[in-house]
């Protein structure tokens, strides 16, 4: 339920924007997709890993695709699907290197401890915004949301209560939070009237079971890729953006593997999850999947921490997940009637709930406290794991070096924190 939502926002994305050809992808279609791929892959990621974590295509992602590659650099959707066909390639190449893996294993503790922490604040974040209590402000960042709406009361009581019930350690919680919340808002939508305070979220469907378009016909959006960019712009072109997307792929799914595993309490006495060298592999053929079925990259989602919090711990989790998306294909106007404000509460108290790796941190210590700190607040501020990560990896390697303590940065920290560089300054 609290990841259902990508179902309805992916399409919406990445069918905002028209190629230059004049081509535009259609709703059904990437729906369909999205449902095929995220189910696949959670599946998949269940099985071969035994974790509790699910895959779906990747927020933030869609629309560097829909907006920097096809909006801005004008390339043809077959084009900007085979970049994002091209990272998830090279991110399998490194995962099979063990290059992955080594990045993963060299970054100290405190900031594994940080990451996890950010990602909570993250969720909170993203939790509060779609509850309708923070909002963008205007000649500030943020600022107070319309909380005299009834979507907030919504939020607001669906908060209080799952709060409640995780106070009286009720299982499944988080849940009948959820069903709460999405039948009072229903409720509220038909004693206004249609479309009043949820628009058509939140609505009963007048029916329940779709049939899912866009695997065949004409318009199908699987495996149509185009590799002419690389000629178009060019070589230095077509590696900077490919290492771009492929740099926020490679690294959000690191900060949102070390996160739920810790919070799972997964992490062996070193600090590493065994066996990660398989949920790597799966999250890599994610992007390459997702390229190929015009659903853009597939990732590992932050989201997972909400089943975990309910006592997930094995590939299970991932697996009713995945049925779940397939089901998605066909079940899609009945979980339209979920709206974001019903998720919103699960999100919030998911954050509060990975907040307590806050107390692992030496803070004082300023070489690694500081990197933490700007980990953990760069990460939702930006809305960004990628950017959380780069910005603690520069700090604690620029500290380090400069404090003489060569030894404590490992060379492949030093190689992160420079990709890391070109990353922020590759816009430039």
């Not at 699910?54 to 970049?83: D, I, K, S």
């Not at 099979?96 to 294993?105: G, H, N, S, V, Y």
């Not at 209080?160 to 509220?188: D, E, M, P």
């Not at 974001?340 to 998911?350: G, I, W, Y």
């Amino acid at each position: 339920m609290v990841m259902a939502y990508i179902i309805f926002v992916n399409p919406s994305i990445l069918g905002s924007v028209t190629d230059r050809a004049g081509e535009s992808l259609s709703f059904p279609a990437v729906l369909t997709v999205s449902c095929l791929t995220a189910g696949t892959l959670s599946i998949l990621m269940g099985i071969l890993s035994n974790y509790p974590f699910a895959m779906a295509p990747g927020m933030g992602l869609n629309a560097v695709v829909a907006y920097q590659l096809v909006g801005q650099l004008e390339l043809t959707w077959p084009e900007a699907m085979a970049v994002v066909f091209l990272e998830g390639a090279i991110i399998t190449v490194l995962v099979l290197t063990r290059l992955r893996e080594a990045i993963m294993e060299a970054i100290p503790a405190a900031l594994k401890q940080a990451i996890a922490v950010g990602i909570g604040l993250f969720i909170a974040l993203i939790g509060l915004v779609n509850g309708g209590l923070v909002s963008r402000g205007r000649g500030t960042v943020l600022t107070l949301g319309p909380v005299q709406s009834l979507p907030f009361a919504v939020f607001i009581l669906g908060l209080i209560l799952t709060a409640a019930l995780l106070a009286r350690r009720v299982r499944g919680a988080l849940l009948w939070g959820i069903l709460f919340s999405t039948f009072l808002a229903v409720g509220v939508n038909h004693t206004l009237g249609e479309g009043r305070a949820f628009g058509n979220a939140a609505l009963i469907p007048e029916q329940f079971v779709g049939f899912p378009e866009g695997l065949w016909g004409p318009h199908a959006v699987l495996g149509r890729l185009d590799f002419g960019f690389l000629f178009r712009l060019g070589v230095a072109s077509s590696l900077l953006v490919t290492f771009s997307l492929m740099l926020s792929d490679f690294f959000d799914t690191m900060g949102t593997v070390m996160g739920l595993s810790s919070e799972a309490g997964l992490l062996n006495q070193e600090g590493k999850l065994p066996a990660i060298r398989r949920v790597l592999l799966v999250d890599s053929l994610g992007a390459a999947l997702g390229g190929l079925a015009n659903s853009s990259s597939n990732t590992t989602f932050i989201e997972s921490a909400a089943g975990i919090a309910e006592g997930g711990r094995t590939g299970l989790t991932a697996v009713v997940v995945g049925l779940l998306f397939y089901l998605g294909m066909f079940l899609n106007p009945l979980a339209a009637m979920i709206p974001k404000e019903a998720t919103a509460p699960a999100l919030v108290l998911v954050g509060f709930l990975m907040m307590s790796g806050v107390r692992e941190i030496s803070w004082n210590r300023l070489d690694e406290a500081l990197p933490a700190f700007m980990t953990m607040l760069v990460m939702p501020f930006t809305y960004s794991i990628s950017n959380g990560i780069g910005a603690g990896l520069i700090t604690y390697a620029a500290l380090k070096v400069l404090a003489g303590a060569f030894r404590d940065v490992s060379p492949l920290l030093i190689v992160a924190s420079l990709a890391f560089l070109v990353y922020f300054l590759a816009p430039a």
